[in-house]
């Protein structure tokens, strides 16, 4: 079965409006997703939970460490810009965590600087509007 993703009003674009995947349900890569805003959340999950993904998703940074210092994940997509806590702080704190989670940060408001601040914490970054191919390609880069 193919499912055709379309352009969405959160921020998630495919390349050329439209970009075919292919579900499959033996992926064994477990994705934590942070973005203060819950449609954002809502989306990538629902996008890699019908990929094959397993996917926890939260709007509170806290609540996302919390969780994270009991269960395993093999990569994290997290926002940049949130309140309380920005995006590359909790990448920081979630590679002290989990040294072995492949880390994004993704949002509109990248500083032009954000390359040098990610180094640390070997986070890569996805812009937004978000490409569905960097996504996956990042997500399966996890494995």
């Given at each position: ?15 050329k409006?439209c ?73 920081q ?41 960097a ?9």
């Amino acid at each position: 079965m193919t499912v055709a993703y379309r352009v969405l009003d959160n921020g998630l674009r495919a390349r050329k409006n439209c970009v075919m995947l292919e579900p499959d349900s033996e992926k064994n890569v477990s994705v934590l997703i942070v973005d203060d805003d819950p449609d954002a959340v809502a989306n990538l999950q629902a996008l890699l939970t019908q990929l094959g993904y397993k996917t926890r998703g939260f709007v509170d940074p806290q609540e996302a460490l919390q969780v994270a210092n009991t269960s395993h994940f093999d990569a994290a997509v997290v926002d940049y810009r949130m309140p309380g806590i920005n995006g590359l702080q909790l990448c920081q704190q979630l590679k002290q965590i989990a040294p072995h989670m492949s880390l994004a940060l993704h949002s509109a408001y990248l500083p032009d600087d954000q390359e040098a601040r990610c180094a640390p914490c070997a986070a890569s970054l996805l812009a937004k509007p978000l490409d569905l191919e960097a996504l996956i390609s990042f997500v399966e880069s996890a494995r």
